[in-house]
């Protein structure tokens, strides 16, 4: 799913989480804030837990349980 949002030559994993993202660095302005840019810090904010869902009804439903966490901290 991800090669649908970026290349993978320019997202690789790292060793953060079993899942993170690395964003390249980026002189344009267009690149920087592309989309596939802008959610590599969000992505890799989520819980193993969250990331590692076996459907997408798992992930949407702990997506919603830390978006509705991080509003009320």
Not at 3 to 29: A, E, I, M, V
Not at 34 to 54: E, G, I
Not at 60 to 67: A, H, W
Request: net charge positive; glycine share 2%; with cysteine.
């Amino acid at each position: 799913m991800l090669g649908h949002f970026t290349d993978y030559r320019t997202c690789r994993f790292t060793s953060l989480s079993s899942r993170s993202l690395y964003k390249n660095r980026s002189r344009l302005d267009l690149r920087k804030y592309a989309f596939s840019n802008r959610v590599v810090d969000h992505w890799n904010a989520l819980s193993d837990a969250c990331v590692t869902s076996n459907t997408i009804n798992q992930f949407k439903n702990c997506l919603k349980r830390e978006l509705q966490l991080e509003t009320h901290s």
